[in-house]
């Protein structure tokens, strides 16, 4: 296996880029803030803030934390395990299982954070606040709080 084949397992997609200006002495100092979501589409997935005054080096910073810092889903089959209602800040995120063939029933940012985890079928509503970064952090906790059920 060739280092590119292991590095394309992996699902990346950037969520947001924010352009960040600091008022200085000697004029202002810009940088980027990039969002990324990186996950295996089975059952891992991570998050990852990274800051740089390009672009590229913004995202791969991101990337390196986003998959250094991946939590594990419990999946029940292609859905989760049991609903969820989670606030984190000012976000609101409420996840549902859904029935096969349903597919991803989601808005932007919870969109890609349960992509990436591999969730096939899901019911989900972001309320609160339309901020994408608060949106996919909210998404995340709600994930890993969910519970295997036993049978």
Do not use: C, W
Not at 34 to 55: H, P, S, Y
Not at 56 to 77: D, E, F, P, W
């Amino acid at each position: 296996m060739n280092p590119q084949q292991t590095e394309n397992e992996y699902f990346e997609r950037v969520v947001q880029v924010n352009r960040v200006s600091k008022k200085t002495k000697g004029g202002d100092k810009r940088s980027l803030s990039v969002l990324v979501v990186v996950g295996d589409r089975k059952g891992q997935v991570g998050v990852g803030l990274g800051k740089a005054t390009e672009v590229q080096a913004a995202i791969r910073k991101a990337t390196t934390y986003a998959k250094k810092h991946m939590i594990k889903v419990s999946l029940n089959g292609r859905t989760i395990p049991h609903s969820i209602l989670l606030k984190k800040g000012a976000a609101q995120v409420l996840l549902k299982p859904a029935p096969v063939g349903s597919g991803v029933i989601a808005g932007g940012a919870v969109r890609v954070v349960v992509e990436a985890a591999g969730i096939h079928d899901i019911v989900s509503k972001a309320l609160g606040t339309e901020n994408k970064a608060s949106n996919v952090y909210a998404t995340l906790e709600a994930l890993s709080r969910l519970k295997k059920i036993k049978q």
